[in-house]
């Protein structure tokens, strides 16, 4: 999941809680050791946003979404007012569209062309 800030280029924001599951993920499915995962996620062009981005936005977002991990998405949607592109299907709700501009991966490349 990443929240889009959009411009003359698309900038991709993701927070520091999905660094780590990526970390995790290499470090586990592919056998990496930490500096190896390490290096790889350094190369991505997303800007990591810390917890204290979006940590007062915590307890709105639960009220939305009941999964801490989908929750941490949506207040760091909130806390910067960029949309969230994400297939994830507890964030793909009424309620959590209410809040803040959400769109499906396949809807990304229109997103970007449309400069929204």
Do not use: C
């Not at 307890?59 to 994400?86: C, E, H, W, Y």
Request: proline share 5%; aromatic share 6%.
């Amino acid at each position: 999941m990443v929240l889009l800030g959009t411009g003359p280029l698309a900038e991709l924001y993701s927070i520091d809680l999905a660094r780590e599951e990526l970390r995790i993920n290499l470090e586990r499915n592919l056998s990496l050791v930490r500096d190896d995962a390490e290096f790889i996620i350094s190369g991505l062009p997303i800007r990591w946003m810390p917890k204290e981005a979006y940590s007062r936005d915590l307890n709105r977002a639960m009220k939305a979404v009941k999964i801490p991990q989908d929750a941490a998405f949506l207040a760091a949607s909130l806390a910067t007012g960029m949309a969230l592109v994400t297939g994830d299907r507890h964030l793909q709700t009424e309620k959590v569209r209410r809040l803040i501009k959400i769109y499906k991966p396949r809807d990304f490349p229109e997103l970007l062309a449309s400069g929204r």
